[in-house]
Nanobody, 129 residues
Framework: QVQLVESGGGLVQARGSLRLSCAAS???????????VGWFRQAPGKEREFVAA????????YYSDSVKGRFTINRENAKNTVYLQMNSLKPEDTAIYYC???????????????????WGQGTQVTVSS
């Protein structure tokens, strides 16, 4: 069973940066490399929102329009870890950020939260104005 643990959240001023990390346990390095991984977020009173994800081809990257150009997702399979580098943060980026993973054989859109089997517990990101 794959377990995902996020870290790196916190309080930051607008226009600042944070890097979130997500470590996967319960999976070998080869198993982790076969997973599609990504990030979602949920702000208070709002629905869970897609942020970024890898596609089935690890060279494919997907970003929501709201973070494109500011956030970067990357992964280190040798460390079973996925990252989300967040730059030029805005108050509207305030949310709980969740790391997600699913089998790479799933061909559904990476933006659908219902298609991800594995979820982390979330890490809070607060951006002050």
């Amino acid at each position: 069973q794959v377990q995902l643990v996020e870290s790196g959240g916190g309080l930051v001023q607008a226009r600042g940066s944070l890097r979130l990390s997500c470590a996967a346990s319960g999976a070998s390095i080869s198993t982790f490399s076969l997973l599609t991984v990504g990030w979602f977020r949920q702000a208070p009173g709002k629905e869970r929102e897609f942020v970024a994800a890898f596609g089935r081809d690890s060279g494919q990257l997907y970003y929501s329009d709201s973070v494109k150009g500011r956030f970067t997702i990357n992964r280190e399979n040798a460390k079973n870890t996925v990252y989300l580098q967040m730059n030029s943060l805005k108050p509207e980026d305030t949310a709980i950020y969740y790391c997600v993973a699913r089998s790479r054989i799933i061909a559904l859109a990476p933006t659908d939260p219902g298609t991800y089997r594995y979820w982390g517990q979330g890490t809070q990101v607060t951006v002050s104005s």
